[in-house]
Structure formats: C-alpha cells, structure tokens
C-alpha cells in the first residue's frame, strides 16, 4: 500500500467492483480505449490486475481517496505485455473518474508510484504509453517528469486498424531523472 496526502493506493477489494465498472462504462473516460466495459470484463480485468499484483508485489492499485475511503479508479505500475514494442519494461499508468479529474490527483499518485519504482523495485527505468490524441494523459506524463521518445511511437497492436487510437507515443523516465512536481 502507498500513500500521498490524498491517496491510499491498496490491493483490490469485491467491493471495488461496483465503482470501477461505472467507470469501464463511461464512454468519456474510456475515449481512448477500444470499448467501454461491462461488469465481467471489468470483473475479469480487476483478476488479472490483482493476479499481476500478487505475482510481482506491485500492480494497477486502486486508487482509493483517503477522506472519503471511495475508490475513483487505478494508479499503479504493471509488466508491459509481451505484444508492445517496449517489452520487456514496467509502465505506470492510470485510470481515474472524471468526477476527480483536473484536481492533480493522477500525477500525485503517479509520483508515489515512480518513486516506489525506484527506491523499492530498484528499476532503472519506467515507461508509459497512451494514444497520440490522449493529451490529457501526456500531460500526467509529463508533469511527472516522463519525456517523449518520438522514436519509439508505435502503432498498438490491440487497437484495430484505420481506428483513431491505434498511434501510440511512449514517454520515459530514468531513475536518474527527477520526478516532476
């Protein structure tokens, strides 16, 4: 479990589910997703993100706002599949309700996060990866400290092509790097 000042992020609970596939369902948070998802792949993908997280010690945690104990989502760092260019790497990533967002709590607990990385894990290096168009999660990216590697752009395997989402970017952090704040 890491903390922030306004962030618990834990391992997944039953009761998680109710919250996170209201949030796999929302058109406008999965916008630079394939699809939304219904409540069995969203129960499907809380297993394996849980199975990664038992595995490995760390994973998507959820993200669970400490005042009012809600989970509003994922924070967290995971194995990148096989099937990207980058792999083998870890990558942060995020998902959080539109409820919460522009309030900085992604990059808060993406810097908890990185700072794990690299403190705990001992990694040298992190990557994230997002749709081109998905400016607002470029701009977590980079507020916490990522840079563009324009040379390793690629399109995503997962997405189908001619769709608008299959050109990804992938960002970067050492830990040499400093951490944005």
Known sequence: MLSTDRLILRKWRQEDLVPFSLLNADPEVMRFFPSVQTTEETRAS????????????FGFWVAELKAEKQCIGFIGLQQVAGILPCAPAVEIG????????????????????LAYAFSKLGLEEVVSFTAAKNVPS??????????????ASFEHPAVSR????RDHVLYRIRACDPIGF
Request: with cysteine; hydrophobic share 40%; net charge positive.
């Open 162 to 165: 001619g769709s608008t989402i």
């Open 46 to 57: 809380m297993a394996r993100v849980q199975a990664h997280i038992e595995e490995n010690g």
């Open 94 to 113: 995020w998902r959080l309700d539109k409820s919460v967002w522009g309030q900085g709590l992604a990059p808060e607990g993406a810097r908890a996060c």
């Open 138 to 151: 470029r701009r977590v990216m980079e507020k916490i400290g990522m840079i563009h590697d324009p040379a």
